[in-house]
């Protein structure tokens, strides 16, 4: 970028945390404030239900369906009419433990179900009226059952540390797209508790962009937005990933999944690992002996020719000898033999280009490698005192001070 004397300079990068393991060093996250209309509604219903589902069985249907209707009348109750302040998981919960259900009388009317009658009259063909008349289509026991579940797959944000961490939001995500941000998501890896918040992110941060991307920067964003999605296959799914990777790419946007091995994608996106797959224009292997990943990278790698001599001599009344020449295709790296590779190497397969074999970069020999943590301990970025919110005011700076009464008198 240029200055106000139109010298050439650098512009510094914002950084935004989200941090999963300890949430003391995390912003806060509300997915929430990036709700604009019912359909946002349904896709941040969709990401919490396909990340928080556990070990799934058969004939759970019915009930995904109707906690996805009962979701979807509460949080639009919260986005439509609830004040900013209260737009957020902590309102969801509080809802959800406000409605009681007595199975021995059907007509009674807990405070949520009130709360509703009032925005009916008022508005009776309102998005958030129309979801919770169908859920109160199910009797009192089911609706009881319905309940139990969704406060089953909502007990994580028991936690005061998750429900103050999703208050209110400081990400910004839609603003990646508008100048230089670095963007850390942490999470654990080896407990996966947390991850559906990577994922709500992630689904909500592509979303975001690819329509600001169409409505704001007629269908490219100013700043190119790499994600580097490590771990990929612990963050949870994000739903029409296949679709997704398709199409971001015109907006100025890629993704780069890491992978243990490739039978990783495909635990988890079934039979759209493939068309995931097919959209990526670089594939790198960097080792394993997975025997999927091994078995598919030896097929692309394609074959090689290969000159064959065999010789033969019989012996009888005369002795006669032949010599057959052929040309054999074989593998280009079998499956043995990528399983046993140099681990100083790696695979680059590029479209429109032959798979090749190339060096591992030596990351020590980087210009800036002196700056890292990794050359000096000294260079590790204190994320605390980044976040820390005591303000020091500068001599010259103007500031307001406000005096605020407390009442205790009812405490």
Not at 160 to 180: C, F, I, Q
Request: glycine letters at 6%; a negative charge.
């Amino acid at each position: 970028m240029k200055d106000k004397n139109g010298k050439t300079i650098y512009e510094p990068y914002r950084i935004k945390v989200l941090n999963t393991i300890n949430f003391k060093k995390s912003m806060k996250y509300n997915p929430f404030a990036y709700i604009h209309s019912e359909k946002d509604i349904l896709k941040l219903v969709t990401t919490l239900i396909a990340n928080t589902k556990g070990e799934g069985k058969a004939g759970d249907d019915f009930w995904v369906k109707a906690e996805t209707l009962l979701y979807c009348a509460l949080i639009g109750y919260i986005h439509y009419e609830a004040p900013v302040e209260e737009q957020n998981f902590s309102t969801l919960i509080e809802f959800i433990n406000a409605m009681e259900v007595r199975e021995d009388d059907e007509e009674y009317k807990n405070p949520v179900d009130l709360m509703f009658d009032a925005l009916e009259s008022e508005k009776p063909n309102h998005f958030a009226v129309r979801q919770y008349k169908k859920y109160k289509l199910a009797a009192g026991k089911t609706a009881k059952s319905i309940l139990i579940s969704c406060g089953a797959r909502l007990a994580v944000f028991d936690i005061a540390e998750l429900r103050e961490v999703t208050a209110y939001d400081e990400l910004e995500l839609d603003t990646l797209g508008d100048r230089k941000t670095a963007l850390f998501l942490i999470m654990s890896d080896t407990d996966d508790s947390f991850n559906f918040l990577i994922s709500m992110c992630y689904t909500q941060l592509f979303n975001l962009l690819c329509e600001k991307a169409d409505d704001v920067y007629g269908g490219r964003l100013p700043v190119h937005v790499r994600c580097l999605i490590d771990e990929c296959a612990n963050i949870g799914q994000i739903p029409k990933l296949e679709k997704l990777v398709a199409t971001i790419r015109s907006r100025e946007i890629s993704a780069c999944l890491v992978l243990q091995a490739q039978s990783q994608l495909k635990a988890i996106y079934k039979d759209n690992a493939d068309t995931i797959i097919g959209n990526m224009d670089t594939s790198i292997f960097l080792g394993g002996k997975e025997p999927t990943t091994l078995k598919e990278l030896a097929a692309a790698l394609g074959k090689e020719t290969i000159d064959t001599y065999n010789t033969g001599e019989s012996r009888g009344r005369e002795t006669s000898h032949s010599l057959n020449y052929q040309k054999l295709g074989k593998e280009l790296m079998s499956q043995d033999e990528l399983a046993v590779m140099d681990g100083g190497k790696c695979i680059l397969q590029l479209r429109g280009v032959r798979p090749f074999l190339s060096d591992k970069y030596d990351i020590t020999r980087h210009p800036n490698f002196q700056y890292t943590a990794d050359a000096d301990d000294k260079n590790a970025f204190d994320i605390e005192a980044f976040l820390s919110t005591r303000l020091k005011p500068k001599p010259n700076e103007v500031y307001d001070v406000f005096e605020v009464d407390v009442d205790t008198e009812g405490e």
